[in-house]
């Protein structure tokens, strides 16, 4: 699948959860295989709402099965790392967190990631939407557990 194929199944998922975008958001939606290669199994669609210095939104829209492998959102300068949310709208997601048992979100469920935990996630059978509330998001500086991924 293309990266463009990616986009657009992506912006269907979204318009089918009743979760309308801009024409620019739509083009907009980030599709990050991690550097793997992989998509259909590693990898996540993104819409940017907002990121600025205090505040983060967003939605990640993952394909059946698809993984965002384990990572954390380290400290940068005086920022202790990205706090985060998730909140499931559609389809049953299944996130490990660093000290916790596997959390099994579905829609409406939510849990919030402390700064610099371990963290990874997986979408169920059916795919999933989540979105994600934060604190400023620095993704260039996140720390994958997976030396050969980049993001």
């Known amino acids: 699948m293309t990266h463009s194929e990616a986009r657009e199944r992506a912006a269907a998922m979204l318009a089918d959860a009743g979760i309308v975008l801009t024409p ?19 990898g996540v669609q993104i819409v940017v709402y907002i990121n600025t210095e ?6 990640l829209v993952m394909f059946p099965r698809q993984i965002c492998p384990e990572h954390r959102h380290p400290p940068v300068g005086d920022d202790p790392g990205k706090e985060e949310t998730f909140r499931c709208r559609t389809g049953v997601v299944h996130l490990h967190v660093e000290a916790h048992e596997e959390i ?3 829609p409406g469920d939510q849990f919030t990631i402390p700064p610099d935990t371990l963290h990874w996630f997986q979408s169920g ?26 993001r």
Do not use: Y
């Not at 620019?24 to 590693?42: N, P, W």
């Not at 059978?125 to 980049?150: C, K, L, N």
């Open 125 to 150: 059978p059916g795919g999933a939407i989540v979105s994600e509330f934060s604190t400023r998001s620095t993704d260039e500086h996140d720390v994958f557990t997976d030396p050969q991924i980049s």
């Open 24 to 42: 620019a958001e739509r083009d907009a939606i980030e599709v990050t295989d991690l550097g793997l290669g992989k998509l259909e199994e590693v």
């Open 54 to 59: 205090r505040v983060c939104a967003k939605e």
């Open 104 to 106: 099994v979100l579905e």
